[in-house]
T-cell receptor, first 112, second 113 residues
Framework: QKEVEQNSGPLSVPEGAIASLNCTYSDRGSQSFFWYRQYSGKSPELIMFIYSNGDKEDGRFTAQLNKASQYVSLLIRDSQPSDSATYLCAAGPYTNAGKSTFGDGTTLTVKP | DTGVSQDPRHKITKRGQNVTFRCDPISEHNRLYWYRQTLGQGPEFLTYFQNEAQLEKSRLLSDRFSAERPKGSFSTLEIQRTEQGDSAMYLC???????????FGPGTRLTVL
């Protein structure tokens, strides 16, 4: 079992819809969580990070964290074709450190 | 451009040859990370520096891999006696915030023939 699990997809949503991406992690020591977007052939680009239980909103993106359930999600509102990419979830052990452990990503396609 | 840079962007080599990649982090970032990514997989951690100190190295990393970060600035990753299984995208990332958000360079794509 991977330390960070994501549904590989593909996830397909129509333009303007809400896309919901989910991630679970196994290490209860994980304290920081990150969502990256990766276009085909490109490197990961940081979208959001979250450390506290609850929701964090940034524009069309909302990250949700539930440490009791070891669950992280990313909601993308008003999805656009340009949002079509692979979304990587990552977990870090604690602040002030160290490596991030990545899931294998969920591929999102937004259809016009 | 003030982002993370990597050189070369592409490298084709023959099995058994040594290769070296360079990463220049964002100038004020004191942490530097190397990852490896293959198709369909997420980035896999290789090693991590804080300033010039190498603080962690993946147990999955064989002795053929070595990394340095002299003077806490740029970093190099060397792979000795390359194998076909080393073919991958090698990603460098840097970070400054205590929270650990990492910013990635464009990567070096290695092909071992």
């Amino acid at each position: 079992q991977k330390e960070v699990e994501q549904n590989s997809g593909p996830l397909s949503v129509p333009e303007g819809a809400i896309a919901s991406l989910n991630c679970t992690y196994s290490d209860r020591g994980s304290q920081s969580f990150f969502w990256y977007r990766q276009y085909s052939g490109k490197s990961p680009e940081l979208i959001m990070f979250i450390y506290s239980n609850g929701d964090k909103e940034d524009g069309r993106f909302t990250a949700q964290l539930n440490k009791a359930s070891q669950y992280v999600s990313l909601l993308i509102r008003d999805s656009q074709p340009s949002d079509s990419a692979t979304y990587l979830c990552a977990a870090g052990p604690y602040t002030n450190a160290g490596k991030s452990t990545f899931g294998d990503g969920t591929t999102l396609t937004v259809k016009p | 451009d003030t982002g993370v840079s990597q050189d070369p962007r592409h490298k084709i080599t023959k099995r058994g040859q040594n290769v070296t990649f360079r990463c220049d982090p964002i100038s004020e970032h004191n942490r530097l990370y190397w990852y490896r990514q293959t198709l369909g997989q997420g980035p896999e951690f290789l090693t991590y520096f804080q300033n010039e100190a190498q603080l962690e190295k993946s147990r999955l990393l064989s002795d053929r891999f070595s990394a340095e970060r002299p003077k806490g600035s740029f970093s190099t990753l060397e792979i000795q006696r390359t194998e076909q299984g080393d073919s991958a995208m090698y990603l460098c990332a840097s970070s400054y915030s205590p929270a650990g958000e990492q910013f990635f360079g464009p990567g070096t794509r290695l092909t071992v023939l």
